[in-house]
Nanobody, 126 residues
Framework: QVQLVESGGGSVQAGGSLRLSCVVS????????MAWFRQAPGKEREGVAS????????YYTDSVKGRFTISRDNAKKTLYLQMNSLNPEDTAMYFC???????????????????WGQGTQVTVSS
């Protein structure tokens, strides 16, 4: 059973930075696609960034391009999301997700990811 545990959330002021981590356990084969999603109160869960673990290809939603960076350490089985230049619109619960479909990465939609962490809260104040 795949287990994902996020950490690194917190409260920062606008313009600040945070780095989220997600440790993966319980897998024999590394998921092909790992991603970060976020969900703000009253809004749908949206895909933020993804990484194809086979070749390192990365994908981002437009609102975070140039500010967020997704990466992974295969040896540590850990996924990261470096978030810079944060603004109040980035406030949300952030979730780590994993899937085995190559097509999941470019689209970053929740239906393509069967495995989810419990989330870590990010709050950005103005």
């Amino acid at each position: 059973q795949v287990q994902l545990v996020e950490s690194g959330g917190g409260s920062v002021q606008a313009g600040g930075s945070l780095r989220l981590s997600c440790v993966v356990s319980g897998v024999i084969f590394t998921p092909n696609c790992m991603a970060w999603f976020r969900q703000a109160p009253g809004k749908e869960r949206e895909g933020v960034a993804s990484i194809y673990t086979v070749d390192g290809s990365t994908y981002y939603t437009d609102s975070v391009k140039g500010r967020f960076t997704i990466s992974r350490d295969n040896a540590k089985k850990t996924l990261y999301l470096q978030m810079n230049s944060l603004n109040p619109e980035d406030t949300a619960m952030y979730f780590c997700a994993a899937g085995y479909s190559r097509n999941a990465c470019p689209r970053i939609i929740k239906a393509d990811f069967p495995y989810w962490g419990q989330g870590t809260q990010v709050t950005v104040s103005s």
